[in-house]
């Protein structure tokens, strides 16, 4: 087995370092390349499996929201890259020194071709380490709705209520307004609108909304639910059912759709009437004035 491999050796060493180009005072060889393609599918693959056991696994037995274990294990994986990526080249013997001319040929194209993807990487560093997302939060930014579930580096993956994926550039979470419903906690206040017909008492009506929140389990008890009298309709007295929620903050039409199922079983059950709108018409004669009446023939 050992004779077999010396052999194998012997017959690759010669085609490994056969020399494809130079680079500066650096030759690359077959080897060479082969060397880097493997290093970098390594320090990629290890770099992501790492990035996998810091979210899973351990900054989890450390009490840390999905979100900030997301933007650690991130962050720590392109650290990761960046400094292996240094070892890997130094160590096939290449002068870094020599990547200046790399870098200016590189920012030419930036300049001409490349802003939106460094635009778009560079936001992404910032979102990490600012977090003003992260994943889990509930997000609108232009016009996407719904759940961030990866931050990349380039950009950033959303899921909407019909389970759509949406990849949204990174540089629209620093640039646009974006609306994130759950920054700071879970908590959301929902404001559905009813109306009812002028005849119906304010008072009767505050209680009989306040009992339908009362029996659905998606509403918090803490803060309380409140009715706000709004306006008066054209045709309705107006109010505002208030409502908070965290089962339902990524979700809101559900509620709305179950608290509006309720209400209507009410009104119904309790005979309240529900308007529509109406408009009275009023018809005036062109012969109402004295003065605008035809004159009629006088028989002497």
Known sequence: MKQWFKDLEEILRPALGYKLFQLGDTPFTLGTIFYLILSLFLLFYISEKLRVLLTRRILVKYNIILGVRQSIA??????????????????????LSTLGLIAGALGVGIGFGLQGITNNFISGIIILF????????RVDVGEVTGIIIKIAARATTVISNDNIAIVVPNSEFINAK???????DRNVRFNFPVGVAYTEDP???KKILLDVVDENP???????????????GESSLNFILRVWTSS??????????????????KFKEHKIRIPY?????????GFDKPEEQPLQDKKD
């Not at 720590?76 to 130094?90: D, N, Q, R």
């Not at 998606?218 to 009298?229: E, I, R, S, T």
């Not at 709108?277 to 004669?285: A, F, G, M, T």
Request: avoid cysteine.
């Open 218 to 232: 998606g509403v918090q008890k803490v803060p309380k639910p409140d009715v706000l009298f709004d306006s008066f």
């Open 130 to 137: 600012e977090r003003p997302v992260k994943v889990g939060d």
């Open 277 to 285: 709108p109406q408009r009275d018409l009023h018809l005036i004669s």
């Open 178 to 184: 974006v609306i994130n419903w759950t920054l700071n």
């Open 74 to 95: 991130t962050i720590v994986k392109y650290t990761i890259v960046v400094i292996g990526l240094m070892v890997i080249v130094e160590s096939t013997g290449f002068n």
């Open 203 to 205: 008072e009767r009506i």
């Open 248 to 265: 339902y903050s990524d979700n809101p039409n559900v509620l709305k759709s179950q608290l509006y199922y309720s209400i209507f079983e």
